[in-house]
């Protein structure tokens, strides 16, 4: 299985700040990287696939970029809807595996 | 709108069986292929199984192959998940979720998520 490696786990940022999330894969996944946000007692939400494609609807602020094994979600001027957590996912093959997840907190 | 509405959760002893159910509307049903993504509490999120458009092809992660069956019926729209033999580290609230398989396989629309605890 492809195991699904994030950090930081947690992250305190204010608003206006810009973050960085990575995402770090056992093996090479060709770009077939997802990341999706998850809001207290709420089902996730889609934000990019394929590494750097946005979904419909989401803001410009989110981009997502890496090749091979390494990835990045960046939030740049954090909103107050942005503290929440946010998985990346393994979309080259099964098991679809998540990364553990990290918490963005408000500072 | 694309809607998925699960149903069918609740308390269950280990050992016994329960199924899921996930209506689908606002989209071609049978056009997608579709999946359940589960996730424990405080915990994060696990594939569970997937099923094609037609229903031709499914797929498991290891934990659950032999006690779990997914299917579907195109005609009402609706996804299921048979659960046999649970244990209690399937409790977990179950998400229904289609599956998109270009460029990469992502989960484009998500269910609010029915609680199963598997408990005595």
């Known amino acids: 299985d492809i195991q699904m490696t994030q950090s930081p786990t947690s992250l305190a940022a204010s608003v206006g700040e810009s973050v960085t999330i990575t995402c770090l894969a056992s093996?090479?996944?060709?770009?077939?990287l997802v990341w999706y946000q998850q809001k207290p007692g709420k089902s996730p939400q889609l934000l990019i696939y394929?590494?750097?494609i946005l979904e419909d609807g989401i803001p410009s602020r989110f981009s997502g970029s890496g090749s091979d094994t390494q990835y990045s979600l960046k939030i740049n001027s954090l909103q107050p809807e942005d503290f929440a957590s946010y998985y990346c996912?393994?979309?080259?093959?099964?098991?679809?595996?998540f990364g553990a997840g990290t918490k963005l907190e408000l500072k | 709108e694309v809607q998925l509405v699960e149903s069918g959760g609740g308390l269950v002893q280990p050992g016994r069986s329960m199924k899921l159910s996930c209506a689908a509307s606002?989209?071609?049903?049978?056009?997608?292929?579709m999946a359940w993504v589960c996730q424990a509490p405080k915990k994060g999120l696990e594939w569970v199984a997937t099923?094609?458009?037609?229903?031709?092809?499914?797929y498991y992660r290891d934990s659950v192959k032999g006690r779990f069956t997914i299917s579907r019926d195109n005609a009402k729209s609706t996804l299921y998940l048979q659960m046999d033999s649970l244990r209690s580290e399937d409790t977990a609230t179950y998400y229904c979720?289609?599956?998109?398989?270009?460029?990469?396989?992502?989960?484009?629309?998500w269910g609010q998520g029915v609680m199963v605890t598997v408990s005595s």
């Open positions: 394929g590494a750097t």
């Open positions: 099923i094609s458009y037609d229903g031709s092809s499914t």
């Open positions: 996912q393994n979309g080259l093959s099964t098991p679809y595996t």
């Open positions: 979720a289609r599956l998109r398989v270009m460029p990469t396989y992502y989960f484009d629309y």
């Open positions: 093996e090479d996944i060709y770009g077939s």
């Open positions: 606002g989209f071609t049903f049978n056009n997608y292929d």
